[in-house]
């Protein structure tokens, strides 16, 4: 643990200020196959801030399902302080508990659902503040506190969850606080969450100058896209075309056609395949397949929806047609895919 938690009584100060005399207390979850990246991303910007002004101010202690070190995906382990067992909304040792935050890795499914989804809304239902890095935004869906709240996961994830939650409001960003909920894409967007956590509980001045000595230019905003569109990789060759593989990538599950795609571009039908051939080589009808089956291979790596639903979600109108695309671009078909996932679960919670 960075620092013993020790209880504080409330006053009337602002956050920060309060955060000054009090000090954050934080329990961090760490859980089987997490990402080393996006674990020390949050928590070496907590630890700059302490050094630069030379106080405990950020508390932290890691937090396992069990006793056990927790193995992370690139099989280098952490000793954990804490149980969850242990943890309660005081955190321990009788302190205040300000903030839990979850890092996850790629086997979310796998993570003991019945006592995780207990203990998350046990701390939602005391008001405990959470925030979860990476894949863990699964956990918090799965447990059923996402409903209408906007939220984000990390890329790899964001068309099988779409899928699967419905009634969250997915988003492609770096991170979104809603409430109580703080969701973050992972990896070095969890530095930028870490450094916004900052600026709240210490300040604009002390943020800036965590950012400074990380070498860090600026922080981001949360509201950042996570990965650009595709066509961004033509931002320099034509703008006309980055628009084209936008509008494309927003119509996914009810494809455009062609006639209509040159309408919104405003482009006749001509124009816009001799776009697409002059800079990519192909036709525009090849392209915009292309980006309905990787979708769809997105959701069947991530997923155990019916291939049926795959393939309407992914702008097909039938198993059949879909099958016989799939594997004439990966040479392999989507139930050999499959088999290759024999991990991935359908959620308990479907909601």
Sequence with gaps: MNGPFKPDATNSLAPHEQDEQHGVNLAILVLPGFSHLALHS???????????????????QLVGLDGCTVMGANGLAVPVDTTVAALDARGTK???LDQLIIVAGEMIEKHSPDILNSFLRKMARLGVGISAIGTATWMLARAGLLADIRCTIHWSKLAAFSELFRTARIQDCLFVKEGQYTTCAGELAAFDLAVDFICTHAGEITAQDVCRHATVEGRRSGSNRQTGSSGLAFANVSAKLVAAIKIMEENIEFPLSLASLSNRMELSRRQLE?????HIRTTPARY?????VEHSKRLIEGTQLPMIDIAIASGFVSSSHFAKCFKAIHGISPQRLRSNYPGVARPRHWV
Excluded: Q, T
């Design 94 to 96: 009788g302190g205040v």
């Design 274 to 278: 001799r776009l697409f051939k002059a």
């Design 288 to 292: 915009y397949l292309n980006l309905r």
């Design 42 to 60: 949050y928590i070496e910007p907590l630890c700059i801030a302490n050094s630069l002004s030379g106080d405990a101010r950020f508390r932290w």
